[in-house]
């Protein structure tokens, strides 16, 4: 087994921590990153409704672009939602008559 020198060890303990230092840097920073992350999820949602007049020519798919906010992502699944509120059979609506409408934000009104 080779000996090494005062200086050689002095170099390796330095590689040593060095390498520590880093890897602690790095969970630290991942730690920091993810409890971000965590918090940033988890603000409030507010659920409301609110009344829509159909206009002519409007559908479904129409109204769920106009209503749907960016966090929804399933088109489909909003607008089963506004059939199961409004007890739609189908995806026939009346010019002039109303639907209540779904929408999610941040801010509590």
Same mark, same amino acid.
């Given at each position: 087994?080779?000996?090494?020198?005062?200086?050689?060890?002095?170099?390796?303990?330095?590689?040593?921590?060095?390498?520590?230092?880093?890897?602690?840097?790095?969970?630290?920073?991942?730690?920091?990153?993810?409890?971000?992350?965590?918090?940033?999820?988890?603000?409030?949602?507010?659920?409301?409704?609110?009344?829509?007049?159909?206009?002519?020519? %409007? *559908?479904?798919?129409? +109204?769920?672009?106009?209503?749907?906010?960016?966090?929804?992502?399933? $088109?489909?699944?909003? !607008? %089963? *939602?506004?059939?199961? +509120?409004?007890?739609?059979?189908?995806?026939?609506?009346?010019?002039? $008559?109303?639907?209540? !409408?779904?929408?999610?934000?941040?801010?509590?009104?």
């Amino acid at each position: 087994m080779r000996k090494y020198t005062n200086a050689e060890r002095i170099v390796r303990n330095r590689k040593i921590m060095l390498a520590v230092g880093l890897i602690i840097s790095f969970v630290v920073a991942f730690m920091l990153y993810s409890n971000r992350a965590v918090a940033e999820n988890s603000r409030s949602v507010y659920k409301y409704y609110t009344s829509y007049e159909i206009q002519p020519g %409007d *559908t479904l798919w129409d +109204i769920a672009d106009q209503f749907m906010s960016p966090e929804m992502s399933d $088109k489909e699944a909003f !607008i %089963d *939602t506004i059939k199961s +509120i409004n007890h739609l059979g189908g995806d026939d609506i009346t010019a002039g $008559k109303y639907l209540v !409408i779904e929408y999610c934000s941040y801010e509590e009104l």
